[in-house]
Every structure is written in structure tokens, then in C-alpha cells.
């Protein structure tokens, strides 16, 4: 075989089984993988891995992470959604939440509008849809806006209603609602679902495995505080966790949350799900990303 040809299967070999060439061509390992299954989004580390999608997928895979959270990824388009979950198989990582409804300036759960219901499984069912192609198992549900016109038991009721039909169309299919608590007092002003134990009592009474709660903890310091005494009262609920520092919504340890013990105290309860890093970077550029790389290891200590 000539050098050429034995490089070029080398560099092949190489990229297959993920691991990355350093200076001068030294093949370097991959990472350890994070004891959690941590989950960056796409757009976290483009400086670090260009704009390809799936270079991305490899450049988080090879730092460890073992999970991708993607929003947006019902909007992409189908044969792309399809290169992701198939590049994700290959690299063993684990489908996080995309969102299946988020509507911040409308009634919609707490309407009993039967269109506005049309509308809601319409957007559960064309969610089903993208979940059976990516593998996922999560869907993120933003209630919506309280109504002021209406009681707010009345709400609390066709929102039930609601969630009970649209987790009728979700069971067979094995997809989970997880229901996102959302802050009012800085972000998402005018929203019917805000704290932790509000979702928790929405999921008791539609009592379904399809509509879980998403203990967003960025939200919740905003909101109520009281972090792990809520995930410990909501657990039998809760499905999937997301985190961001506060202030600011940027990586852990820029801001007022432990996150050290947060995450061993997950440890210790056994959580095997998703945990999505939905905040930026505080930093710009390749330094930054490598700054939300670094935050991550410090916070991954054993129990």
C-alpha cells in the first residue's frame, strides 16, 4: 500500500471510531463520558466544530457528552432529521426533548375552544411523527397563557381536559409530554403554568405515563426556589430536568446555583434520564465553549 493510501485509511479509521487527530497527527482520545446525561444543543459549540450538524454531534460526543436537546428539530427538514438520528445511533447518544407546543401570547390548554383543541393534537400528532424518526422520547408542552376573562379553576379544568386528550394520542406511540414550568417574573410573562408543584398536581390528575413534569431549573430559582426539597416532592412526576445559571441563563458557576450538589443529589436518587443545557455561553468564541466544557467537568464530581 503506498503512504498516501495508508494515511488517507488511517484518518478514516480514525474519524469512524471517533477519535479526534491532534497537532502534528497524534491521535487523541476521546473524553470521558459525563456521569449524567448532560445534553447540549446545537449552536453550543460551532466555533469549536464548524456549522455542520453533525460535526457538531461528533465534537460533543467526543467531549463526553452522551445526549443532544434540539427545540427546534420538529421545523427541520425530514431527511435531515434522519442524518441526525441515524449519526446519534452511531455515536451512542440519546434523543432529548424538542418542543411539541410553546405558545407564549395565546389561551391554548386553558381554552375550551374545541379549534383551539384541533389545533393542540394536531401539534401533538405531527410530534409523534418527528419523535418515531429521531428516537425520542420526550416532547416539551408550554401550557400557554392564562386567560384574565376566566376563573382560574375553570383554566386549571380544560387544561386537564386538554392534556388527557392529547395524552390519548401519546400513549401508543410511547411518546411523553413533559410539561415546562416557566417563569413570569423576568422571561415569560402572563404564562398559566409556572411552578413545580402546580405541574405536578396537572400530571396527577391526567394520570397518564405520557405527560410528565420538565423541572427547568433556571425557572424554578427564578420562580420559587426551594430546588431539591421541589424535585424530591415532584419526583415520582418528574421526566426530565434543564439547567442554566442564574442570573444571566448561562453555564453553571456563573451564577447563584449549587450546581455540584445538584447534580449529586441526582446521582444519589439514581436519575438515568436527560438533563438539557438550555442556557448560553458566557463567554464568545472557542474560549467559551471550552468554559461550558470546563464548568460541566468541575460539577460532575463522584458522590
Request: charged share 25%; hydrophobic share 40%.
Amino acid at each position: 500500500m503506498k503512504r498516501r493510501e495508508f494515511l488517507a485509511g488511517s484518518v478514516g479509521v480514525l474519524a469512524a471510531t471517533g477519535t479526534l487527530m491532534g497537532a502534528f497527527g497524534q491521535a487523541q482520545a476521546p473524553q470521558r463520558r459525563f456521569s449524567l446525561n448532560y445534553a447540549p444543543h446545537f449552536g453550543m459549540f460551532r466555533h469549536s466544530a464548524g456549522d455542520d450538524l453533525l460535526d457538531q454531534l461528533q465534537f460533543m460526543a467526543d467531549q463526553g457528552f452522551s445526549a443532544l436537546e434540539d427545540n427546534g428539530m420538529r421545523g427541520r427538514p425530514r431527511d435531515l432529521q434522519e442524518r441526525i438520528a441515524r449519526r446519534m445511533q452511531q455515536l451512542n447518544m440519546t434523543m432529548g426533548v424538542f418542543v411539541a407546543h410553546a405558545d407564549f401570547r395565546e389561551v391554548t390548554f386553558a381554552s375550551p375552544d374545541p379549534a383551539v383543541r384541533q389545533r393542540l393534537l394536531g401539534d401533538l400528532r405531527a410530534s409523534i411523527e418527528t419523535a418515531a424518526r429521531v428516537n425520542a422520547r420526550w416532547c416539551t408542552v408550554v401550557p400557554g397563557c392564562s386567560d384574565s376573562r376566566l376563573a382560574r379553576d375553570y383554566q386549571t379544568a380544560n387544561v386537564i381536559d386538554n392534556l388527557r386528550r392529547c395524552a390519548e394520542l401519546c400513549e401508543p406511540a410511547g411518546l411523553v409530554m413533559v410539561l415546562e414550568p416557566l417563569n413570569t417574573l423576568r422571561d415569560h410573562p402572563g404564562l398559566f403554568l409556572t411552578k413545580i408543584p402546580q405541574a405536578y398536581m396537572l400530571c396527577e390528575a391526567v394520570n397518564s405515563p405520557s405527560c410528565a413534569i420538565l423541572d427547568d431549573l433556571y425557572h424554578q430559582q427564578i420562580t420559587e426556589g426551594n430546588l431539591i426539597p421541589n424535585i424530591d416532592a415532584a419526583w415520582s412526576r418528574i421526566a426530565y430536568f434543564q439547567v442554566g445559571d442564574n442570573p444571566g441563563r448561562n453555564e453553571p458557576g456563573t451564577g447563584e446555583i449549587n450546581y455540584r450538589n445538584i447534580f449529586r443529589h441526582l446521582r444519589e436518587r439514581k436519575y438515568t434520564g436527560v438533563i438539557g443545557m438550555e442556557h448560553g455561553n458566557s463567554r464568545p468564541g472557542r474560549e467559551g465553549e471550552q468554559a461550558v466544557i470546563d464548568a460541566y467537568r468541575r460539577c460532575d464530581v463522584d458522590v
